[in-house]
């Protein structure tokens, strides 16, 4: 069962990490149009709607990969208090109240928007020649799909904490700032930390 949990997180990490490049690209798009259009005077009407979808693109097929980790925002002010198994029942209503409903109707609707789309090849109104909108509406349902698929990985660890009493574990990533690996670089210890506090606090001048 691990096996298959950490297989789904390894896609929704793979396609996360492939769709977070068009970030960059984003970038690169935004620079040059703005070298364009006031170095050049030559602006492309064309570049604000690509600027949209890419940037829709990005925030849509990174769902599944932060629901992987873990990471959208929740109420941690209290959750964090919480024991293991009263975390996995407040998870586990919550997917089947909110969570399964609303990315099922995800799906379904913007499966509906981007067959109508393909079916007239429609294209951006927002500004003149604007690019076509088809691919960009696929990624609706797509992303649903993936993010849904994550949803079942999620209520499986909530099962397993509810019987187990503690969280299964998930696919390491990269961490922003790795503590343990900046300790060890540095030969810094937890006492060696602890000992710096109680000079800071008993340092005449000091606060407290």
Sequence with gaps: MQNILFFIDKVSSWVGQVFSWLIVVLTFLISWEVFSRYVLNHPNPWSFDLMIMMYGTSFMMAGAYT????G???GDVLYGFFPPR???GLDLTLYFLFFIPGVVALVWAGYTYALESLAIRESS???ANGPPLYPFKMIIPISG???LLQGFVEIVRCIICLKEGEWPAREKDVEEVDVEKLKA???VTDSDIAEADTLVATKPGSQG
Excluded: E, P, S
Excluded at 67 to 70: E, S, T
């Design 72 to 74: 959208h925002v929740r």
């Design 145 to 147: 799909v993936l993010l």
């Design 185 to 187: 670089m540095v030969h």
């Design 125 to 127: 109104t927002l500004t």
């Design 86 to 88: 009263l975390q996995a």
């Design 67 to 70: 629901l992987a980790k873990n």
